[in-house]
Protein backbone atom coordinates (compact mmCIF):
# COMPACT_ATOMS: atom_id res chain seq x y z
CA UNK A 1 0.00 0.00 0.00
CA UNK A 2 1.11 3.78 -0.33
CA UNK A 3 0.73 6.17 1.75
CA UNK A 4 -1.66 8.19 -0.40
CA UNK A 5 -3.73 5.18 -0.85
CA UNK A 6 -3.58 5.19 2.84
CA UNK A 7 -4.42 8.62 3.96
CA UNK A 8 -7.57 8.41 1.27
CA UNK A 9 -8.82 4.54 2.81
CA UNK A 10 -11.05 3.84 5.42
CA UNK A 11 -9.34 3.93 8.74
CA UNK A 12 -10.49 2.16 12.49
CA UNK A 13 -10.69 5.93 14.05
CA UNK A 14 -12.66 7.37 11.21
CA UNK A 15 -15.37 5.33 9.77
CA UNK A 16 -15.93 3.01 12.71
CA UNK A 17 -17.71 5.29 15.36
CA UNK A 18 -20.68 3.87 17.39
CA UNK A 19 -22.78 4.73 20.46
CA UNK A 20 -20.32 2.85 22.33
CA UNK A 21 -17.81 5.24 22.10
CA UNK A 22 -20.03 7.86 23.55
CA UNK A 23 -17.76 9.05 26.12
CA UNK A 24 -14.33 7.05 25.74
CA UNK A 25 -13.32 7.85 21.75
CA UNK A 26 -11.07 5.37 21.76
CA UNK A 27 -8.64 2.94 23.29
CA UNK A 28 -5.04 2.38 22.62
CA UNK A 29 -2.43 0.73 24.01
CA UNK A 30 1.42 0.78 23.32
CA UNK A 31 4.55 -0.91 23.88
CA UNK A 32 8.03 0.16 24.10
CA UNK A 33 10.86 -2.80 23.07
CA UNK A 34 14.49 -2.67 21.88
CA UNK A 35 17.05 -5.35 20.23
CA UNK A 36 19.66 -6.41 22.85
CA UNK A 37 23.30 -5.19 22.27
CA UNK A 38 22.52 -2.32 19.97
CA UNK A 39 22.37 1.59 21.26
CA UNK A 40 19.20 3.34 21.79
CA UNK A 41 18.18 5.33 19.05
CA UNK A 42 19.08 8.63 20.81
CA UNK A 43 23.00 7.29 21.12
CA UNK A 44 23.03 5.32 17.98
CA UNK A 45 24.81 6.43 14.78
CA UNK A 46 23.37 6.87 11.40
CA UNK A 47 24.22 3.59 9.93
CA UNK A 48 23.66 1.77 13.32
CA UNK A 49 19.70 3.16 13.21
CA UNK A 50 19.57 2.62 9.13
CA UNK A 51 20.91 -1.05 10.20
CA UNK A 52 18.29 -1.70 13.24
CA UNK A 53 15.66 -0.16 11.01
CA UNK A 54 16.53 -2.64 7.78
CA UNK A 55 15.88 -5.44 10.76
CA UNK A 56 13.21 -4.34 12.58
CA UNK A 57 10.63 -3.17 9.68
CA UNK A 58 11.09 -6.58 7.68
CA UNK A 59 10.45 -9.04 10.80
CA UNK A 60 7.08 -6.42 11.67
CA UNK A 61 6.25 -6.12 7.63
CA UNK A 62 5.84 -10.29 7.79
CA UNK A 63 3.27 -10.21 10.51
CA UNK A 64 0.36 -11.56 9.40
CA UNK A 65 -1.27 -8.63 11.52
CA UNK A 66 0.52 -6.28 9.51
CA UNK A 67 -0.70 -7.75 6.02
CA UNK A 68 -1.58 -5.65 2.68
CA UNK A 69 -0.08 -2.24 5.34
CA UNK A 70 1.97 0.82 4.35
CA UNK A 71 5.76 0.11 5.31
CA UNK A 72 7.82 3.28 4.73
CA UNK A 73 10.97 5.05 6.12
CA UNK A 74 9.96 8.24 7.93
CA UNK A 75 12.49 10.32 5.27
CA UNK A 76 10.54 9.67 2.60
CA UNK A 77 7.54 11.26 3.65
CA UNK A 78 7.00 14.77 3.29
CA UNK A 79 5.50 17.57 6.01
CA UNK A 80 1.90 17.37 5.13
CA UNK A 81 1.84 13.34 4.62
CA UNK A 82 3.47 13.13 8.36
CA UNK A 83 1.23 15.77 10.08
CA UNK A 84 -2.17 13.70 8.37
CA UNK A 85 -0.26 10.80 10.67
CA UNK A 86 0.04 12.45 13.79
CA UNK A 87 -3.38 13.84 13.32
CA UNK A 88 -4.96 10.42 13.23
CA UNK A 89 -2.53 9.17 15.94
CA UNK A 90 -0.62 6.67 14.39
CA UNK A 91 2.43 8.30 14.84
CA UNK A 92 4.24 10.75 17.30
CA UNK A 93 5.54 13.96 16.91
CA UNK A 94 8.62 13.06 17.86
CA UNK A 95 9.25 10.24 15.44
CA UNK A 96 8.44 13.83 12.27
CA UNK A 97 11.51 15.31 13.58
CA UNK A 98 13.76 11.98 13.91
CA UNK A 99 16.17 12.08 11.16
CA UNK A 100 17.53 9.27 9.47
CA UNK A 101 17.13 5.95 9.82
CA UNK A 102 13.29 5.86 11.08
CA UNK A 103 10.51 3.77 9.35
CA UNK A 104 6.46 3.50 10.32
CA UNK A 105 4.69 0.30 9.40
CA UNK A 106 0.86 0.84 9.41
CA UNK A 107 -1.58 -2.26 9.12
CA UNK A 108 -4.75 -1.62 6.66
CA UNK A 109 -7.35 -0.23 8.39
CA UNK A 110 -4.81 1.80 9.99
CA UNK A 111 -5.53 0.43 14.02
CA UNK A 112 -2.03 -1.37 14.29
CA UNK A 113 0.94 0.61 13.87
CA UNK A 114 4.68 0.07 14.54
CA UNK A 115 7.30 3.11 14.56
CA UNK A 116 10.98 2.02 14.54
CA UNK A 117 13.71 4.45 15.76
CA UNK A 118 11.26 6.68 18.12
CA UNK A 119 12.94 7.14 21.20
CA UNK A 120 12.80 3.46 21.35
CA UNK A 121 13.59 0.62 18.25
CA UNK A 122 10.13 -0.44 18.21
CA UNK A 123 6.98 1.41 19.93
CA UNK A 124 4.30 -1.38 18.62
CA UNK A 125 1.02 0.28 19.06
CA UNK A 126 -3.06 -0.73 18.86
CA UNK A 127 -6.11 1.72 19.12
CA UNK A 128 -9.63 1.18 18.79
CA UNK A 129 -12.71 2.96 18.52
CA UNK A 130 -14.45 2.84 21.94
CA UNK A 131 -14.11 1.20 25.61
CA UNK A 132 -12.11 -1.89 24.57
CA UNK A 133 -8.99 -2.46 26.46
CA UNK A 134 -9.45 -6.11 26.98
CA UNK A 135 -9.41 -6.34 22.80
CA UNK A 136 -6.85 -3.82 22.11
CA UNK A 137 -4.74 -5.56 24.38
CA UNK A 138 -5.61 -9.62 23.43
CA UNK A 139 -4.29 -8.02 20.07
CA UNK A 140 -1.20 -6.28 20.59
CA UNK A 141 0.11 -9.09 23.15
CA UNK A 142 -0.45 -11.44 20.00
CA UNK A 143 1.34 -8.79 17.71
CA UNK A 144 4.09 -8.74 20.12
CA UNK A 145 4.77 -12.43 20.78
CA UNK A 146 4.64 -12.78 16.93
CA UNK A 147 7.61 -10.19 16.66
CA UNK A 148 9.52 -11.42 19.42
CA UNK A 149 9.34 -15.12 17.07
CA UNK A 150 12.02 -12.66 14.86
CA UNK A 151 13.90 -10.10 16.69
CA UNK A 152 15.97 -10.45 20.28
CA UNK A 153 14.58 -8.25 22.50
CA UNK A 154 16.37 -6.42 24.96
CA UNK A 155 15.17 -8.03 28.49
CA UNK A 156 15.98 -8.35 32.22
CA UNK A 157 14.31 -10.64 34.40
CA UNK A 158 14.19 -8.04 36.84
CA UNK A 159 14.10 -5.03 34.93
CA UNK A 160 12.07 -6.44 32.53
CA UNK A 161 11.57 -4.92 28.74
CA UNK A 162 14.85 -2.27 28.99
CA UNK A 163 13.91 1.03 27.30
CA UNK A 164 15.87 4.19 26.33
CA UNK A 165 13.91 5.88 29.66
CA UNK A 166 13.72 4.27 32.41
CA UNK A 167 10.28 6.15 32.56
CA UNK A 168 8.77 3.21 30.47
CA UNK A 169 10.94 0.28 31.97
CA UNK A 170 9.25 -3.31 32.98
CA UNK A 171 6.12 -3.40 30.80
CA UNK A 172 7.18 -0.70 28.44
CA UNK A 173 3.24 -0.12 28.33
CA UNK A 174 1.19 3.10 28.14
CA UNK A 175 -1.99 2.17 28.25
CA UNK A 176 -4.86 4.69 27.41
CA UNK A 177 -7.90 6.32 26.28
CA UNK A 178 -9.43 9.24 24.61
CA UNK A 179 -12.15 10.52 26.25
CA UNK A 180 -14.78 13.14 25.77
CA UNK A 181 -15.90 15.31 28.87
CA UNK A 182 -17.30 18.11 27.97
CA UNK A 183 -19.87 18.46 30.72
CA UNK A 184 -17.13 18.49 33.30
CA UNK A 185 -15.38 20.71 31.43
CA UNK A 186 -18.51 22.98 31.04
CA UNK A 187 -19.00 22.72 35.07
CA UNK A 188 -16.00 23.28 35.66
CA UNK A 189 -14.71 19.83 37.42
CA UNK A 190 -11.89 18.97 35.27
CA UNK A 191 -9.22 19.97 37.71
CA UNK A 192 -10.50 18.39 40.45
CA UNK A 193 -10.93 15.58 38.04
CA UNK A 194 -6.72 15.81 37.26
CA UNK A 195 -6.01 16.34 40.55
CA UNK A 196 -7.39 13.07 41.92
CA UNK A 197 -6.35 11.03 38.82
CA UNK A 198 -2.81 12.19 39.26
CA UNK A 199 -3.22 10.75 42.83
CA UNK A 200 -4.05 7.65 41.75
CA UNK A 201 -1.20 7.18 39.78
CA UNK A 202 -2.21 7.96 35.75
CA UNK A 203 -1.67 11.56 33.98
CA UNK A 204 -4.01 13.09 31.58
CA UNK A 205 -3.05 15.01 29.11
CA UNK A 206 -4.69 17.36 25.89
CA UNK A 207 -5.68 15.37 22.53
CA UNK A 208 -2.46 15.22 21.23
CA UNK A 209 -0.60 13.79 23.65
CA UNK A 210 2.43 15.96 26.08
CA UNK A 211 1.78 19.88 25.82
CA UNK A 212 -1.10 19.70 23.84
CA UNK A 213 -4.43 21.57 24.85
CA UNK A 214 -8.04 20.05 25.36
CA UNK A 215 -9.73 21.87 22.47
CA UNK A 216 -13.33 19.85 22.15
CA UNK A 217 -13.15 18.36 25.64
CA UNK A 218 -10.59 16.09 24.34
CA UNK A 219 -8.26 14.34 27.01
CA UNK A 220 -6.03 11.25 27.09
CA UNK A 221 -5.99 9.42 30.42
CA UNK A 222 -3.29 6.67 30.87
CA UNK A 223 -0.91 5.13 33.44
CA UNK A 224 2.46 6.35 34.60
CA UNK A 225 4.31 3.48 36.14
CA UNK A 226 5.51 0.52 33.81
CA UNK A 227 7.36 -1.13 36.40
CA UNK A 228 6.34 -3.47 39.32
CA UNK A 229 2.81 -4.40 38.13
CA UNK A 230 1.61 -6.65 35.44
CA UNK A 231 0.31 -5.40 32.06
CA UNK A 232 -3.32 -6.79 33.44
CA UNK A 233 -3.19 -4.87 36.66
CA UNK A 234 -1.81 -2.21 34.92
CA UNK A 235 -5.03 -2.14 32.70
CA UNK A 236 -7.47 -3.18 35.87
CA UNK A 237 -6.55 -0.57 37.44
CA UNK A 238 -6.83 1.68 34.57
CA UNK A 239 -10.35 0.60 33.78
CA UNK A 240 -11.54 0.80 37.16
CA UNK A 241 -10.26 4.46 37.04
CA UNK A 242 -11.70 5.41 33.49
CA UNK A 243 -15.29 3.60 34.51
CA UNK A 244 -15.38 6.11 37.24
CA UNK A 245 -14.78 9.51 35.20
CA UNK A 246 -17.05 8.13 32.36
CA UNK A 247 -19.92 8.22 35.45
CA UNK A 248 -18.58 11.53 36.67
CA UNK A 249 -18.89 13.05 33.16
CA UNK A 250 -22.60 11.19 32.84
CA UNK A 251 -23.58 13.02 36.29
CA UNK A 252 -22.52 16.25 35.44
CA UNK A 253 -24.54 16.00 32.31
CA UNK A 254 -27.30 14.73 34.44
CA UNK A 255 -27.00 17.69 37.01
CA UNK A 256 -26.61 20.08 34.33
CA UNK A 257 -29.62 19.06 32.57
CA UNK A 258 -31.56 19.11 35.65
CA UNK A 259 -30.30 22.71 37.23
CA UNK A 260 -30.04 24.95 34.17
CA UNK A 261 -31.66 23.10 31.06
CA UNK A 262 -31.71 26.21 28.83
CA UNK A 263 -27.54 27.15 29.19
CA UNK A 264 -26.81 23.80 27.46
CA UNK A 265 -29.52 23.96 25.35
CA UNK A 266 -28.42 27.24 24.24
CA UNK A 267 -24.36 25.98 23.92
CA UNK A 268 -25.76 22.93 21.51
CA UNK A 269 -27.90 25.33 19.50
CA UNK A 270 -25.53 28.14 19.05
CA UNK A 271 -22.90 25.44 17.78
CA UNK A 272 -24.66 24.07 15.01
CA UNK A 273 -25.95 27.70 14.13
CA UNK A 274 -21.83 28.74 13.88
CA UNK A 275 -21.26 25.45 11.85
CA UNK A 276 -24.16 25.90 9.77
CA UNK A 277 -23.02 29.65 8.78
CA UNK A 278 -19.66 30.55 9.69
CA UNK A 279 -17.21 31.95 7.35
CA UNK A 280 -13.73 31.33 9.48
CA UNK A 281 -13.20 28.39 11.67
CA UNK A 282 -10.00 28.16 13.23
CA UNK A 283 -9.65 24.13 14.43
CA UNK A 284 -9.67 24.89 18.13
CA UNK A 285 -13.20 27.05 17.81
CA UNK A 286 -14.17 24.29 15.17
CA UNK A 287 -13.20 21.51 17.79
CA UNK A 288 -15.24 23.06 20.67
CA UNK A 289 -18.05 23.25 18.41
CA UNK A 290 -18.03 19.58 17.08
CA UNK A 291 -17.87 18.96 20.65
CA UNK A 292 -20.96 20.33 21.71
CA UNK A 293 -22.77 18.68 18.56
CA UNK A 294 -21.24 15.16 19.57
CA UNK A 295 -23.02 16.13 23.51
CA UNK A 296 -26.33 17.31 21.86
CA UNK A 297 -26.13 13.61 20.09
CA UNK A 298 -25.47 11.67 23.18
CA UNK A 299 -28.48 13.58 24.67
CA UNK A 300 -30.49 12.84 22.03
CA UNK A 301 -30.59 16.34 20.71
CA UNK A 302 -29.11 15.26 17.25
CA UNK A 303 -30.06 11.56 15.64
CA UNK A 304 -27.41 9.00 16.97
CA UNK A 305 -26.72 8.46 12.68
CA UNK A 306 -24.63 11.59 13.02
CA UNK A 307 -21.87 10.71 15.40
CA UNK A 308 -19.94 8.73 12.65
CA UNK A 309 -19.92 12.17 11.10
CA UNK A 310 -18.96 14.16 13.92
CA UNK A 311 -16.02 11.89 15.22
CA UNK A 312 -14.65 12.15 11.57
CA UNK A 313 -14.20 15.61 11.27
CA UNK A 314 -12.92 15.74 14.61
CA UNK A 315 -10.20 14.69 12.65
CA UNK A 316 -10.36 15.78 9.60
CA UNK A 317 -10.79 19.43 10.39
CA UNK A 318 -7.27 19.09 12.04
CA UNK A 319 -4.62 21.57 9.74
CA UNK A 320 -2.97 18.75 7.83
CA UNK A 321 -6.58 17.24 6.79
CA UNK A 322 -7.92 20.48 5.79
CA UNK A 323 -4.82 21.24 3.19
CA UNK A 324 -4.70 17.53 2.27
CA UNK A 325 -8.64 17.56 1.19
CA UNK A 326 -7.67 21.27 -0.37
CA UNK A 327 -4.61 20.02 -2.42
CA UNK A 328 -2.06 22.25 -1.16
CA UNK A 329 -0.65 23.88 1.25
CA UNK A 330 -2.28 26.75 2.58
CA UNK A 331 -1.52 29.56 5.68
CA UNK A 332 -3.56 29.48 8.83
CA UNK A 333 -6.34 32.03 7.87
CA UNK A 334 -6.89 30.27 4.31
CA UNK A 335 -7.24 27.17 6.25
CA UNK A 336 -10.26 28.64 8.62
CA UNK A 337 -11.61 29.64 5.34
CA UNK A 338 -11.54 26.01 3.79
CA UNK A 339 -12.11 24.65 7.57
CA UNK A 340 -15.20 26.90 7.09
CA UNK A 341 -16.72 26.02 4.32
CA UNK A 342 -16.39 22.02 4.24
CA UNK A 343 -18.32 22.74 7.72
CA UNK A 344 -20.89 24.70 6.35
CA UNK A 345 -21.62 21.60 3.74
CA UNK A 346 -21.40 18.73 6.34
CA UNK A 347 -24.33 21.15 8.65
CA UNK A 348 -26.08 22.26 5.91
CA UNK A 349 -27.46 18.51 5.49
CA UNK A 350 -27.99 18.41 9.16
CA UNK A 351 -31.22 18.30 10.69
CA UNK A 352 -32.00 21.24 13.14
CA UNK A 353 -31.63 20.11 16.42
CA UNK A 354 -34.88 18.48 19.02
CA UNK A 355 -34.60 19.91 22.39
CA UNK A 356 -37.84 18.01 22.95
CA UNK A 357 -36.56 14.56 23.73
CA UNK A 358 -33.34 14.86 25.56
CA UNK A 359 -31.96 12.10 27.66
CA UNK A 360 -28.72 12.06 29.60
CA UNK B 1 44.68 -0.62 80.45
CA UNK B 2 45.96 -3.40 78.30
CA UNK B 3 43.58 -3.13 76.00
CA UNK B 4 42.58 0.86 76.29
CA UNK B 5 41.99 2.32 72.20
CA UNK B 6 44.60 3.71 70.62
CA UNK B 7 43.89 7.31 69.17
CA UNK B 8 42.76 6.66 65.29
CA UNK B 9 45.43 9.29 64.20
CA UNK B 10 48.26 8.85 66.17
CA UNK B 11 49.63 5.88 69.06
CA UNK B 12 48.91 7.70 71.97
CA UNK B 13 45.85 6.47 74.12
CA UNK B 14 42.66 7.75 72.90
CA UNK B 15 40.78 9.85 75.54
CA UNK B 16 37.89 11.69 72.95
CA UNK B 17 34.86 9.11 71.94
CA UNK B 18 32.87 10.16 69.54
CA UNK B 19 29.70 8.86 68.43
CA UNK B 20 27.59 10.73 65.12
CA UNK B 21 25.06 9.11 63.20
CA UNK B 22 25.11 10.63 59.48
CA UNK B 23 22.65 9.55 56.94
CA UNK B 24 21.44 6.69 58.91
CA UNK B 25 25.04 5.01 59.39
CA UNK B 26 26.93 4.89 63.01
CA UNK B 27 30.64 6.43 62.65
CA UNK B 28 32.58 6.41 65.46
CA UNK B 29 36.16 7.94 66.24
CA UNK B 30 38.53 7.61 69.53
CA UNK B 31 41.18 10.53 69.52
CA UNK B 32 43.88 11.49 71.87
CA UNK B 33 43.23 15.07 73.70
CA UNK B 34 45.89 16.12 71.26
CA UNK B 35 44.44 15.50 68.27
CA UNK B 36 41.24 16.22 69.23
CA UNK B 37 42.19 19.45 69.85
CA UNK B 38 44.09 19.87 66.60
CA UNK B 39 40.70 18.60 64.45
CA UNK B 40 38.76 21.25 66.63
CA UNK B 41 36.52 18.02 68.05
CA UNK B 42 36.38 19.79 71.13
CA UNK B 43 34.19 22.98 69.76
CA UNK B 44 31.35 21.01 68.79
CA UNK B 45 29.26 23.50 66.48
CA UNK B 46 32.36 23.68 63.93
CA UNK B 47 32.68 19.70 63.44
CA UNK B 48 31.45 17.46 61.56
CA UNK B 49 32.85 13.94 61.73
CA UNK B 50 31.43 13.12 58.33
CA UNK B 51 33.93 15.72 56.77
CA UNK B 52 36.80 14.21 58.82
CA UNK B 53 35.85 10.77 57.80
CA UNK B 54 35.13 11.77 53.81
CA UNK B 55 38.77 13.23 54.05
CA UNK B 56 40.67 10.32 55.70
CA UNK B 57 38.79 8.37 53.53
CA UNK B 58 40.91 6.08 50.88
CA UNK B 59 37.44 5.42 48.88
CA UNK B 60 35.94 8.68 47.37
CA UNK B 61 32.60 8.49 46.08
CA UNK B 62 32.71 8.46 42.37
CA UNK B 63 31.58 11.36 40.97
CA UNK B 64 29.73 11.32 37.80
CA UNK B 65 31.91 8.93 35.66
CA UNK B 66 30.48 5.70 35.44
CA UNK B 67 31.13 4.54 31.77
CA UNK B 68 28.91 2.22 30.29
CA UNK B 69 31.30 -0.67 28.82
CA UNK B 70 29.18 -1.51 25.61
CA UNK B 71 28.22 1.48 24.49
CA UNK B 72 30.38 4.57 26.18
CA UNK B 73 27.54 6.12 27.82
CA UNK B 74 28.45 8.13 30.70
CA UNK B 75 26.03 9.37 33.98
CA UNK B 76 26.85 12.84 32.40
CA UNK B 77 24.87 11.72 29.21
CA UNK B 78 21.79 10.86 31.40
CA UNK B 79 21.81 14.07 33.23
CA UNK B 80 21.76 15.62 30.11
CA UNK B 81 18.90 13.57 28.24
CA UNK B 82 17.51 11.55 30.64
CA UNK B 83 17.43 8.55 28.59
CA UNK B 84 20.22 5.50 28.05
CA UNK B 85 22.43 4.65 25.79
CA UNK B 86 22.13 0.99 25.02
CA UNK B 87 20.22 -2.25 27.41
CA UNK B 88 23.62 -2.85 28.93
CA UNK B 89 23.40 0.75 30.20
CA UNK B 90 20.91 -0.76 32.68
CA UNK B 91 24.07 -3.45 34.49
CA UNK B 92 26.28 -0.32 34.63
CA UNK B 93 24.09 2.36 36.08
CA UNK B 94 22.76 0.11 38.87
CA UNK B 95 24.03 1.79 41.97
CA UNK B 96 22.71 5.19 41.06
CA UNK B 97 19.12 3.63 39.26
CA UNK B 98 17.39 1.83 41.82
CA UNK B 99 16.39 4.77 44.08
CA UNK B 100 15.66 6.75 40.59
CA UNK B 101 13.17 3.52 39.90
CA UNK B 102 12.11 3.71 43.56
CA UNK B 103 10.77 6.95 43.01
CA UNK B 104 9.39 6.90 39.45
CA UNK B 105 7.37 3.48 39.70
CA UNK B 106 5.01 1.24 41.88
CA UNK B 107 7.95 -1.04 42.46
CA UNK B 108 11.68 -2.01 41.09
CA UNK B 109 10.85 -5.70 39.80
CA UNK B 110 8.99 -6.63 36.80
CA UNK B 111 6.04 -8.64 37.61
CA UNK B 112 5.02 -8.85 33.41
CA UNK B 113 5.57 -9.90 30.65
CA UNK B 114 8.14 -12.46 30.08
CA UNK B 115 9.32 -12.94 26.26
CA UNK B 116 8.65 -16.61 26.87
CA UNK B 117 9.38 -17.73 22.36
CA UNK B 118 12.64 -15.37 22.88
CA UNK B 119 13.74 -17.49 25.96
CA UNK B 120 12.47 -20.99 24.57
CA UNK B 121 14.22 -19.58 21.04
CA UNK B 122 17.90 -18.90 23.25
CA UNK B 123 17.87 -22.00 24.97
CA UNK B 124 17.52 -23.81 21.56
CA UNK B 125 20.01 -22.35 20.14
CA UNK B 126 22.55 -22.54 22.73
CA UNK B 127 21.41 -26.85 23.31
CA UNK B 128 22.21 -26.78 18.81
CA UNK B 129 25.52 -25.09 19.09
CA UNK B 130 26.43 -26.98 21.86
CA UNK B 131 25.60 -30.58 20.26
CA UNK B 132 27.59 -29.02 17.13
CA UNK B 133 30.69 -28.29 18.86
CA UNK B 134 30.20 -31.67 20.57
CA UNK B 135 29.74 -33.35 16.96
CA UNK B 136 32.97 -31.80 16.00
CA UNK B 137 35.13 -32.86 18.59
CA UNK B 138 33.71 -36.76 18.56
CA UNK B 139 34.45 -36.96 15.00
CA UNK B 140 37.93 -35.11 15.49
CA UNK B 141 38.79 -37.61 18.32
CA UNK B 142 37.38 -40.75 16.15
CA UNK B 143 34.65 -41.76 18.67
CA UNK B 144 32.12 -42.57 16.35
CA UNK B 145 29.05 -43.92 18.81
CA UNK B 146 28.95 -40.56 20.83
CA UNK B 147 29.19 -38.58 17.43
CA UNK B 148 26.20 -40.54 16.29
CA UNK B 149 24.41 -39.88 19.49
CA UNK B 150 24.94 -36.39 19.02
CA UNK B 151 23.54 -36.40 15.37
CA UNK B 152 20.43 -37.75 16.43
CA UNK B 153 19.96 -35.74 18.95
CA UNK B 154 20.85 -32.65 16.74
CA UNK B 155 17.99 -33.48 14.50
CA UNK B 156 15.59 -34.12 17.03
CA UNK B 157 16.56 -30.69 18.49
CA UNK B 158 16.33 -28.93 15.03
CA UNK B 159 12.95 -30.74 14.74
CA UNK B 160 11.37 -29.37 17.54
CA UNK B 161 12.87 -25.84 16.76
CA UNK B 162 11.06 -25.16 13.64
CA UNK B 163 8.85 -22.20 13.62
CA UNK B 164 6.20 -21.66 16.22
CA UNK B 165 2.95 -21.33 14.38
CA UNK B 166 2.10 -17.33 14.56
CA UNK B 167 -0.73 -16.00 16.81
CA UNK B 168 -3.83 -14.40 15.29
Request: glycine letters at 6%.
Amino acid sequence: MKINELIDSHSELTDTSSNRSAVVLMTRIRLARNLQKHPFPGWAKDAQKREIRDQCMQAVAALPQMKRGLAIPVETLDELQKQILVERHLISRELCHSKAGSGIIINKDQSCVVMVNEEDHLRIQVLRVGFQFKKVWATINALDSNLEEHLDYAFSPKLGYLSACPTNLGTGMRASAMMHLPALVISAQMEKVVRAVGQLGMVVRGLFGEGSDASGSIFQISNQTTLGESEEQIIKHLHGVLTTIVDQELNARAKLLETDPKKIYDKIGRAYGILQNGYLLSSGEAMNLLSLIRLGIDLGVYADAQRGLIDRLFIECQPGHVQHAAKGAFEPGQRDVLRAERLRAEFAKMPAPDFSNTTS
Amino acid sequence: MANSLKCDLCVKPATVHLTQIVNNKIHKVDLCEACAQAKGVTDPSGFSLADMLLKSSLNPEPTGDIRCESCGFTQQDFKKTGRFGCPSCYDCFGSFLEPMLDTMHNGIAHTGKVPQRAQERKTIDDRLSQLETDLDLAIKAERYEDAARFRDELSQVRQTAGPKPLVK
